[in-house]
C-alpha cells in the first residue's frame, strides 16, 4: 500500500517531487530528458556555469515554467496538466521560493512585511525562525533601515513563516558574506528537518553546493549527480 505507480515508475510516500524527461529550449537547446527525484528532510544542489539552464531548470521545478517536454510531479499529480487555480494553490501552499532579489514590502517594516505572510497563510510568525536569522532585533526597522544581508535574511523569513513543504532557492547567499550565507543554510537545513520539507538549492559556490545531502551539475545539456 505503500506506494503509488505514476508513468510505470514506483513513488514512494518518502519522495515528495519527481521531474521526469525534462526538456527545454528556447533560442538554443538548454537541457534534455532531465529526471531527478526529491525526497523529504533532502537538500539537493543544482551547479553549473552561467548560462547552463540552472535557474530555469529551478523555474520548472517551482512551478514558475511550463517545460517544452516532461512532467513534475507533486503529491501524485503532474502540476502541468492541473487548471491554473490549482497550480496556483499548490504554489501558494506547498512551495516557498527564495529569489537573489528580496522582493520586500517597501515602506513597510519588518514585522509588517512578515504579517503579510502571516495572513495570506495562516501560519503564525515563528519568534525562534528570526532568532536563527538574527533578524529577531530588526522586525520594528523599516525595510529602508536594514542591510542588503538583513533584507535577504527578512525575504526567507517570510518564505518561511507559510510553512511551504519545499523550498526552491535561487542563489539565496550570492550577496552574503560567508558568516551570514552560514546562518541561512544553517536555518534552512534546521527548517526541512523540523518541518518533514525538501530543498532545492541553485548555487554558484561549491562550499554551499557541497553542504547540501546531493550535488547535480549541469552542463552539456545534463545533469550530473557529484555526490
Known sequence: MGETIINNS??????????????QSFDYELFKKINLELSKQESISIIGASGSGKSTLLNIMSSLL???????????????????????????????????AHYLFRGFTAI???????????EEIDSELLKDLKIDHTINQNVGELSGGQQQR???????????KIIFADEPTGNLDKDTAK??????????????????LVTH?????FSCDKVYKLEQLQLQELK
Request: include cysteine.
Open 183 to 200: 546562518i541561512v543554510m544553517d536555518t534552512l537545513f534546521k527548517y526541512i528537518k523540523e518541518n518533514d520539507a525538501a530543498l532545492v
Open 66 to 100: 511550463k517545460p517544452m517536454e516532461g512532467s513534475v510531479v507533486f503529491n501524485n499529480k503532474d502540476i502541468y496538466k492541473l487548471k491554473q487555480k490549482e497550480l496556483l494553490e499548490i504554489r501558494r501552499n506547498y512551495f516557498g521560493i527564495i529569489f537573489q
Open 112 to 122: 509588517e512585511n512578515l504579517n503579510i505572510a502571516e495572513l495570506l497563510s495562516g
Open 10 to 23: 514506483p513513488l514512494t510516500e518518502h519522495k515528495i517531487l519527481t521531474c521526469k524527461n525534462i526538456s
Open 205 to 209: 559556490e561549491n562550499d554551499i553546493a
Open 154 to 164: 527578512l525575504s526567507i523569513a517570510r518564505v518561511l513563516t507559510k510553512k511551504p
